[in-house]
C-alpha cells in the first residue's frame, strides 16, 4: 500500500506564508509528476502546482510569483513554499503523486487534505 500523507497546513493572516509537506512512503519504486490540488467549498479541485521528474514545475496562474513547488526523491517529499497568501487561497489542499511500485502499472494517488485558512 502506498500512503500520502500532507502536513504543514493551518490558519494565517493576509500576506503570510505556510510551507506544505507531503511525503509518500509505502511500496514505491519511482515517483512520476508529484504535487499539489485544493479545493474550497462549493468549487471543483483544481491544480495548485506539480513538480515533475525530471524537476520542471508548472502553477497555476493564481499562484505564479507566489507559490513554489519542490520535491526531495531522496526522501519521496514534495513541498509547497506559499508566500504572499491571500483570503482566496483558502482550502483544502491535496497532494497528489503518480507512483510505480516495480510492476508496468502507475497509480495516482490522494493524500487525505490539509486544510489552509487565510484570514485576518
Known amino acids: 500500500q502506498v500512503q500520502l500523507v500532507e502536513s504543514g497546513g493551518g490558519m494565517v493572516q493576509p500576506g503570510g506564508s505556510l510551507r506544505l509537506s507531503c511525503a509518500a512512503s509505502g511500496r514505491i519504486f519511482s515517483i512520476n509528476a508529484m504535487g499539489w490540488y485544493r479545493q474550497a467549498p462549493g468549487k471543483q479541485r483544481e491544480l495548485v502546482a506539480t513538480a515533475t521528474r525530471g524537476g520542471g514545475s508548472n502553477y497555476a496562474d493564481s499562484v505564479k510569483g507566489r507559490f513554489t513547488v519542490s520535491r526531495d526523491d531522496a526522501k519521496n517529499t514534495v513541498y509547497l513554499q506559499m508566500n504572499s497568501l491571500k483570503p482566496e487561497d483558502t482550502a483544502l489542499y491535496y497532494c497528489?503523486?503518480?507512483?510505480?511500485?516495480?510492476?508496468?502499472?502507475?497509480?495516482?494517488?490522494w493524500g487525505q487534505g490539509t486544510q489552509v485558512t487565510v484570514s485576518s
Open positions: 497528489n503523486a503518480g507512483i510505480n511500485s516495480g510492476g508496468l502499472a502507475w497509480y495516482e494517488y
